[in-house]
Structure formats: structure tokens, C-alpha cells
């Protein structure tokens, strides 16, 4: 692992996802958006930001870990974010072609309902 631009990449994330867990809890989005909102009430549910700080909270311990790895184990310079490359894009999933669905046999069983 390059654990330098590990470490440079989880600091902006851990920078980006507290910035959105503030501004959300504040109501923020919803204020500034023109959303009808009342001014200061959050229009997120409470489970989302909690799921958020759930996750501002992985991404924490997970940047910590690679700082501790990288002071105390690899010693690589950490560069700035801007520095580094995007990461390319990979797929998820392998993209298939859907077998086309088979249409059931045409019947004459509603013919008798039109007639009544």
C-alpha cells in the first residue's frame, strides 16, 4: 500500500464528511436550498445523521490507523490532495445483456366478460 496518499486521501474525507455532518445537523441543506424549511429546523430525519456520524466515525478511525501505520511503520510523506491523482473509476458490478422475457400465449379466456 501507499500509505502516504492513503493517509492524504482519508484526511480530506474525514474533512469532507464532518463539513457535511455540521452542515446537515445545523439544517443547513434544507435553509439554504430554498426548501421551505423553517429556519434552524433540520428536515433530516434523525437516523440519517446518525448514520452519518456513524460513518464520520469510521472514516476517523480509519484515518487514524493509516496515520499510525504511516509514522510508525512506512515513514512516506504525505502529499497534498491536490497533488494527487482521482482514482479511476471501477465497476461494481459486471454489466450482462437481460434475456429477453418470453410473452405468454395469446388466450381467448376474457372474451366471454366483453360479451356480459
Same mark, same amino acid.
Given at each position: 500500500?501507499?500509505?502516504?496518499?492513503?493517509?492524504?486521501?482519508?484526511?480530506?474525507?474525514?474533512?469532507?464528511?464532518?463539513?457535511?455532518?455540521?452542515?446537515?445537523?445545523?439544517?443547513?441543506?434544507?435553509?439554504? %436550498?430554498?426548501?421551505?424549511?423553517?429556519?434552524?429546523?433540520?428536515?433530516?430525519?434523525?437516523?440519517?445523521?446518525?448514520?452519518?456520524?456513524?460513518?464520520? %466515525?469510521?472514516?476517523?478511525?480509519?484515518?487514524?490507523?493509516? %496515520?499510525?501505520?504511516?509514522?510508525?511503520?512506512?515513514?512516506?510523506?504525505?502529499?497534498?490532495? %491536490?497533488?494527487?491523482?482521482?482514482?479511476?473509476?471501477?465497476?461494481?458490478?459486471?454489466?450482462?445483456?437481460?434475456?429477453?422475457?418470453?410473452?405468454?400465449?395469446?388466450?381467448?379466456?376474457?372474451?366471454?366478460?366483453?360479451?356480459?
Amino acid at each position: 500500500h501507499e500509505y502516504g496518499p492513503q493517509v492524504a486521501r482519508l484526511q480530506r474525507a474525514v474533512e469532507l464528511a464532518t463539513h457535511a455532518s455540521e452542515r446537515l445537523a445545523a439544517g443547513g441543506v434544507a435553509a439554504n %436550498s430554498g426548501g421551505g424549511a423553517a429556519a434552524g429546523a433540520s428536515a433530516v430525519p434523525p437516523a440519517v445523521l446518525k448514520a452519518l456520524e456513524e460513518a464520520v %466515525s469510521t472514516i476517523r478511525a480509519a484515518e487514524a490507523t493509516a %496515520s499510525k501505520y504511516n509514522m510508525n511503520v512506512y515513514h512516506e510523506r504525505v502529499p497534498p490532495i %491536490s497533488t494527487l491523482a482521482s482514482p479511476a473509476p471501477k465497476a461494481i458490478v459486471k454489466p450482462m445483456t437481460p434475456t429477453p422475457l418470453a410473452l405468454p400465449a395469446a388466450s381467448n379466456d376474457y372474451s366471454d366478460a366483453a360479451s356480459a
